[in-house]
């Protein structure tokens, strides 16, 4: 038989409609729909009214809702082994698989439906660490670019600083040559010249060199930059999610 789907399509298909993870524990409604245990007890407790499905708000008795087997196996077939447990709300227990975009905050299921954030535009973790990395990304291709000006700069004051003390060179042969046809009088202007030409190059070859100094410290602390970013990017989501701004900006 072949597949109708994907295992990461399969993988959305097998998602809690609440916290948006996959299925732990799957309860199943009168109505027909499943949900996590815990989000169920979690709604059952947070709801002074009768309980409504989520999903088709039709009435239903949260107490008799029996185990979803079928659903548990097919979710215990695709499971790895060693999968992490998700991080929980503080306030429901519940994994924190949501990110309120208005108050960039990362929430469970039950804070977008009944707690501070109802109404807010909220997205998936796993949406919101791609989104992040493609900042990242972007991020540390901007460095690059940075540092590939640095490169050019280094580069550039380097060649200037290699001409003008070539060109030094030829002036200070040109000048000892002429002098050197000329008499005793003239011995004083040519050592004056000399020292002109000296300290000139001197002052100019300090500048350069400073300048050159500066720009290959530049060029370190964004090397250090992008390996701090590279290694920020290896982060598990939750810290990458609530690190990142800070990071970024920094």
């Known amino acids: 038989m072949a597949w109708q789907v994907s295992l990461p399509e399969l993988e959305d298909r097998l998602q809690c409609p609440i916290c948006l993870e996959v299925f732990k524990e799957p309860l199943m409604l009168q109505c027909g729909h499943s949900y996590c245990k815990g ?5 059952s407790y947070h709801l002074d009214a009768e309980l409504r499905c989520p999903v088709c708000w039709q009435v239903v008795d949260g107490s008799s809702s029996p185990p979803n087997v079928s659903l548990a196996r097919v979710i215990e077939a695709l499971r790895l082994p060693g999968d992490p447990e998700p991080k929980v709300c503080v306030h429901h227990r519940n994994p924190l698989s949501l990110f309120c975009e208005k108050d960039q905050e990362l929430i469970c299921g039950l804070c977008g439906l009944l707690g501070s954030h109802q109404h807010h535009p909220v997205t998936p973790v796993s949406t919101v660490c791609s989104r992040m990395k493609e900042e990242l990304a972007a991020l540390i291709a901007e ?7 640095v490169d050019e700069l280094i580069a550039k004051l380097v060649n200037n600083r290699t001409r003008i003390v070539n060109e030094s060179d030829v002036f200070s042969w040109v000048i000892r040559h ?3 046809e ?6 004083e202007e040519k050592a ?3 020292e002109g030409i000296g300290d000139h190059t001197r002052g100019l070859v300090a500048s350069l060199d400073t300048q050159l100094e500066q720009a290959q410290g530049t060029r370190e602390r964004l ?3 992008e390996c701090v970013l590279e290694q ?3 982060e598990d989501h939750h ?6 701004h800070s990071m970024a900006s920094r």
């Open 178 to 180: 002429e002098f050197q």
């Open 143 to 149: 460095l690059k670019q940075e540092q590939k000006k």
């Open 232 to 234: 920020f990017g290896n």
């Open 192 to 194: 004056r010249c000399l």
């Open 182 to 187: 000329l008499r005793h009088p003239v011995d």
């Open 39 to 43: 989000c169920l007890v979690s709604l």
């Open 223 to 225: 090397a250090q930059a």
């Open 239 to 244: 810290e990458f999610i609530r690190k990142f």
